[in-house]
C-alpha cells in the first residue's frame, strides 16, 4: 500500500487574538467643573484634556492599532481627532461607545448625586438615562459584532469611564454586577485581549 502523496494536511482554526486598546476621552470641561456629563454630547476637551489625548495618541503610536473608532460624543471625539493625526488611521463613530446615560441629572454638579443615584444597584437608572446593566449590555452586543467582522487585529477604541469598565467585564466574562469598581484616568489607554 503506497501513500498518496496528493493529500495536504490542514491544521484545525486557532482563535486568533484581538486587540483592543481603550482610551478613555482627555479631561472635558465638565469633568474639570465637577459635572455629570452622560452623553451630553457638545462637552469639549479643556487644555489640560487636550494634553492627554497627544499622550494617549502617542503612546498609541507604539502599539501599531489598524483601526480607530470613536464614541460620538465631542469629548472622545476630540481625544479621537488627536489619535487619528499621530496613527494615520481614520475615525468612525459610532454610538455603542458612549457613556452611561444619566438622563435629567446631566449636567448637574456630581458632589450633589451622592444621595440620588444608587451606585450599588446595576439596574438603577435615573430617569431618561441608562442603568450600567443596560450599557454592559450595548458593550456586549457592540463586541461581538466587533469580534465577528474586526476591522483590524489591533483596534483603537476612543470611549468613556464607564464604558471602559463594561468592556472590562464583558471580556473577563463577568455581568453587569461585577464590574471593576476602578475608572481609568483621562487620557489613558487599557488593552484588553480577546480571542476571536
Sequence with gaps: MTARSDL??????????????????????WNAAGLMQGQ????????????????????????????????DLLRAVQT????????GL??????????????????RPS???WDVVDWTDPHWAAPGGESLAEVHGRVQAFLKDLC???????????THGDTIRAAQAVVAGLGPDAMP???PH??????LEILA
Design 80 to 87: 479621537a481627532e488627536h489619535c487619528a493625526r499621530a496613527t
Design 181 to 183: 469598581v476602578v475608572t
Design 8 to 29: 495536504t494536511y490542514a491544521p484545525p482554526a486557532m482563535p486568533r487574538p484581538l486587540t483592543l486598546l481603550l482610551v478613555r476621552h482627555g479631561q472635558s470641561e
Design 148 to 158: 465577528a467582522e474586526p476591522p483590524a487585529d489591533v483596534i483603537a477604541l476612543v
Design 111 to 113: 458632589r450633589e448625586l
Design 40 to 71: 451630553t454630547a457638545h462637552v469639549p476637551l479643556t487644555d489640560v484634556g487636550h494634553e492627554q489625548a497627544a499622550a494617549a495618541a502617542a503612546e498609541l503610536t507604539g502599539l501599531s492599532p489598524g483601526a480607530l473608532l470613536s464614541s
Design 90 to 107: 481614520s475615525i468612525t463613530t459610532t454610538a455603542a461607545l458612549r457613556e452611561q446615560g444619566y438622563g435629567e441629572l446631566e449636567g
Design 186 to 191: 483621562n487620557g489613558t489607554v487599557t488593552r
